[in-house]
């Protein structure tokens, strides 16, 4: 199992990234994507999750309205488009699988703990 994920960089207040998380080595069609972010001395918290199945979406409080996630199947990767971006957003994003049997099913929010493969993160620094 891997998960590649890019798209990071260093952005002004307002602006927009769109983050990628290209899988391979499972059967994609069975298994959550969720994105998580950790900034410097916080705790690693989650942003976003994809479901498989019933296509159910969560985001987190902070980042509704401005992020979307989306997945493309044929490409067997999850983006993660971010607008508005906020000095608050800074952080290492990672994306990850659910273990089977978990996820955002119905929307629900999902504990990192649920998560069983790991990406290598990729830096969002939003500052002006």
């Known amino acids: 199992v891997q998960l590649q994920a890019s798209g990071g960089g260093l952005v002004q207040p307002g602006e927009s990234l769109t983050l990628s998380c290209a899988a391979s080595?499972?059967?994609?069609?069975?298994?959550?994507i969720g994105w998580f972010r950790q900034a410097p001395g916080k705790e690693r918290e989650g942003v976003s999750c994809?479901?498989?199945?019933?296509?159910?979406?969560y985001y987190a409080d902070s980042v509704k309205g401005r992020f979307t996630i989306s997945r493309d199947n044929a490409k067997k990767t999850v983006y993660l488009q971010m607008n508005s971006l906020k000095p608050e957003d800074t952080g290492v994003y990672y994306c990850?699988?659910?273990?089977?049997?978990?996820?955002?099913?119905?929307?629900?929010?999902?504990?990192?703990?649920?998560?069983?493969?790991w990406g290598q993160g990729t830096q969002v620094t939003v500052s002006s």
């Open positions: 994809f479901q498989s199945g019933d296509s159910s979406t």
């Open positions: 080595g499972f059967t994609w069609d069975y298994y959550a």
């Open positions: 990850a699988r659910a273990d089977a049997g978990y996820g955002c099913y119905g929307g629900r929010r999902s504990s990192l703990y649920e998560y069983d493969y």
